[in-house]
């Protein structure tokens, strides 16, 4: 069926249509659930429907899956790799038109949309890699004639549940090393980017046919927390990886902890960007500005506090300030826009909510704190003066609502950063070695990401991807993150005649 606006016709070009079948399991495009429709943030119109899965159609995608992982994890890992390899290579093919469609679908502007598809695409050179890497230790053994060593052995099954704010990306941190690795995957993409969901799930699907590979291989359901809390209960998912709120990172953690399952979760985040008073002070307005407007404040590793040494308070304020009245706000697929729409109607109500909250916590508002009256979810972008002991500081606010406060010493200001909840991301700006060292130690950041001199988003693939508190604990993509999709086994071979026991115990 073809759509309504012009605009968007590219779509066909990955698969897509005015109406489309949200549920892939055993190589067939199905779907008995509701009909949902996808919304362009930006103006709240519909781009097309979306048939979800029912927890039936659920029910026979694992059932398959459960022996297409049988098959799978028999291949050599090199040849698992490359087939992500052809993966990498399929979505070099319409990055353009994928990265157009994050943006349409999600709202982020269109250099953060295609970049978000090129994440994944990195990742798929890595995992290329890694599939000749998957090495376990030799151990020296204390016993003559014997040997010790580890394997690294297939989980089985990976159930992926990513969130609207990186629909493609966080899968693919997941799903390239879970493949490599030799699992099936299972991905539940977010609800309200549900077109997302169905064009790569159509790119991998494509790659496997052409490998006379099982399509079960990679099983992808668009739906809502009844397909999600299915994932979390089902006892044939070793591990299941949950990117969203604490709050139901929580809830699905006890769900697969009930059953002895594991979890990798990416939670909330409440980042600070540090400015110390011999900072380079340009390069950390343009970070701070990269940072806590980029994705229109919706990163998990947005800045969303800004502690500056008092110092240099009232200088860093006004050059942000400017800045901020620069910032172009619009249709995240034109030129030149910085500032997309909110996803939903719901975050640009949260948003007025928020302000609201942080007027009368004493919240002083330095510029925007309002919504932009259109049909899309637009709102300003938003610096507030603030004190670090105010709750609502304390909470992640998913909009573009910075919090500016004054410290005096880099102790305080290591203080403030430790006060929330939250450990995802942090840096501070300085050119002083003690500063950076004591920063990265253990009586520094307590974060899961310590950066110097950049801003506290836009990670690279290379290192591993998580942090620490109600922030979750799990580490997703480079280093060796891989571990986590995989089981490892101490083994000890007796090649001898003899039966040495270890510690010396004598038992005849």
């Known amino acids: ?28 495009w199905k779907g008995n659930g509701p009909v ?85 695409i990195d990742m798929c050179d890595f995992a290329v890699g890694l599939s000749r890497q998957l090495n376990g230790s030799v151990i020296p053994s204390e016993r003559p004639n014997h040997m010790m060593l580890e394997m690294w052995n297939p989980l089985g099954i990976v159930g992926i549940i990513t969130a609207f704010n990186f629909p493609c990306a966080v899968l693919g941190w997941n799903a390239c090393l879970a493949l490599v690795c030799g699992n099936c995957v299972v991905w539940k993409g977010s609800p309200t980017t549900p077109l997302v969901t169905v064009a ?72 600070a960007i540090i400015v110390m ?23 998990c590793t947005t800045c969303r506090r800004l502690l500056l040494h008092e110092s240099i308070y009232q200088k860093v304020l006004k050059q942000l300030l400017d800045v901020y009245k620069q ?11 910085l500032l997309g729409p909110l996803h939903t109607s719901q975050s640009r109500r949260n948003y007025e909510k928020g302000i609201e909250t942080i007027k009368l916590q004493g919240g002083k508002i330095l510029t925007g704190g309002a919504v932009i009256e259109s049909e899309g979810n637009f709102v300003q972008p938003t ?8 709750d609502v500081v304390k909470e992640e606010l998913f909009a573009p609502v910075l919090y500016v406060m004054k410290f005096q010493t880099l102790k305080e200001a290591i203080e403030i950063n430790n006060s929330v909840s939250q450990g995802l991301s942090s840096s501070i700006f300085t ?48 280093s060796d993150s891989w571990k986590q999709y995989m089981r490892r086994s101490t083994c000890t071979i007796n090649y001898g005649n003899e039966l040495p026991l270890a510690q010396g115990i004598n038992f005849c």
Request: aromatic residues 6%; glycine residues 12%.
């Open 200 to 271: 790569m799930t159509k790119l991998v699907a494509g790659v496997l046919e052409k490998n006379n590979l099982p399509g079960a291989i990679f099983t992808a359901f668009c739906g809502g927390a009844e397909i999600g809390e299915a994932i979390a209960k089902d006892t044939c998912i070793p591990l299941v990886s949950f990117t969203g709120s604490s709050k139901v990172g929580l809830k699905v953690q006890q769900t697969v902890n009930e059953r002895f399952g594991k979890c990798l979760l990416e939670l909330s985040g409440n980042n």
């Open 327 to 337: 910032v172009k706000i619009g249709d995240p697929l034109e030129k030149g826009t």
């Open 1 to 28: 069926m073809s759509f309504k606006r012009k605009e968007y016709e590219f779509l066909s070009e990955i698969g897509l249509s005015s109406s489309n079948l949200g549920c892939f399991v055993n190589g067939t």
């Open 383 to 390: 610096i507030v003066e603030i004190s670090p002991d105010a």
């Open 277 to 299: 008073d011999d900072a380079d002070i340009q390069l950390a307005v343009r970070s701070v500005l990269f940072a806590a407007v980029g994705t229109a404040g919706q990163r």
């Open 36 to 120: 949902v429709s996808s919304l362009n943030p930006a103006n709240n119109q519909k781009i097309a429907e979306v048939r979800e899965a029912s927890i039936q159609d659920y029910e026979e995608g694992m059932h398959v899956c459960r022996d297409a992982a049988k098959i799978w994890m028999q291949v050599p890992a090199p040849k698992r790799g490359e087939i992500v390899r052809q993966i990498g290579d399929a979505l070099r093919a319409k990055l353009q038109q994928l990265g157009r469609l994050v943006s349409l679908e999600m709202g982020k502007i269109l250099p953060e949309g295609i970049g978000e598809v090129q994440e994944i």
């Open 431 to 478: 050119r002083n070695p003690p500063v950076i060292f004591k920063w990265i130690g253990p009586q520094g950041s307590d974060c899961g990401i310590v950066n110097v001199n950049i801003p506290t988003n836009g990670a690279e693939i290379g290192g591993a991807f998580g942090g620490e508190k109600a922030t979750g604990g799990g580490r997703e993509a480079g």
